[in-house]
T-cell receptor
Framework: DAEITQSPRHKITETGRQVTLACHQT?????MFWYRQDLGHGLRLIHY???????NKGEVSDGYSVSRSNTEDLPLTLESAASSQTSVYFC???????????FGEGSRLTVL | SQQGEEDPQALSIQEGENATMNCSYK?????LQWYRQNSGRGLVHLIL?????REKHSGRLRVTLDTSKKSSSLLITASRAADTASYFC???????????FGPGTSLSVIP
């Protein structure tokens, strides 16, 4: 069955370190998204991509970057992790025909 | 700023009762979607309503959309304890645009 997977599911890192969260989908969807979820804020859009080599900034993109070298993967990189980036991160891909988003199970990141 | 805002933030009802959640948004949209999130899990799509639709049903779910008021409601009929979750509305401006979520409604269904 097609799916979307995130790794790692849990990570603890130190302030200033570079961190990369992986997202892989097997639906061949062009649209992919990264969100962060914090108490009281719901899901906030970090970056999104319409296809290979395309990336766009979302609402809270500062301190984050993404790259799209193939259809299946959209890794999210925190160049220099900050405590304010402690959060749960969700990756999603969109089925173009229906507009429905499919979500991964999330990556919980703690920055000490 | 967020495109969608759910109301209420939290809702507690008895099993068997109906639950209604509302979503307001700010700009014209292509479609509006509702998602459910169980604690500690990813979001799961429930239903999508397009801007030219006014009402849609799926099982015990009923969604309405009022584009003149820029609002939508999600009704869950005959609620069950298993419906306990957070519910989010999400909007996109076009078929190839970003999807923005509201802060969500936390629903507790008491057995």
């Amino acid at each position: 069955d097609a799916e979307i997977t995130q790794s790692p599911r849990h990570k603890i890192t130190e302030t200033g370190r570079q961190v990369t969260l992986a997202c892989h989908q097997t639906w061949n969807h062009n649209n992919m998204f990264w969100y962060r979820q914090d108490l009281g804020h719901g899901l906030r859009l970090i970056h999104y991509s319409y296809g290979v080599q395309d990336t766009n900034k979302g609402e809270v993109s500062d301190g984050y970057s993404v790259s799209r070298s193939n259809t299946e993967d959209l890794p999210l990189t925190l160049e220099s992790a900050a405590s304010s980036q402690t959060s749960v991160y969700f990756c999603a891909s969109r089925q173009e025909n229906t507009g429905e988003l499919f979500f991964g199970e999330g990556s919980r990141l703690t920055v000490l | 700023s967020q495109q969608g805002e759910e109301d209420p933030q939290a809702l507690s009802i008895q099993e068997g009762e109906n639950a209604t959640m509302n979503c307001s948004y700010k700009t014209s949209i292509n479609n509006l979607q509702w998602y459910r999130q169980n604690s500690g899990r990813g979001l799961v799509h429930l239903i999508l309503i397009r801007s030219n639709e006014r009402e849609k049903h799926s099982g015990r779910l009923r969604v309405t959309l009022d584009t003149s008021k820029k609002s939508s409601s999600l009704l869950i009929t005959a609620s069950r304890a298993a419906d306990t979750a957070s519910y989010f509305c999400a909007t996109d401006l076009s078929s190839y645009d970003k999807v923005i979520f509201g802060p969500g409604t936390s629903l507790s269904v008491i057995p």
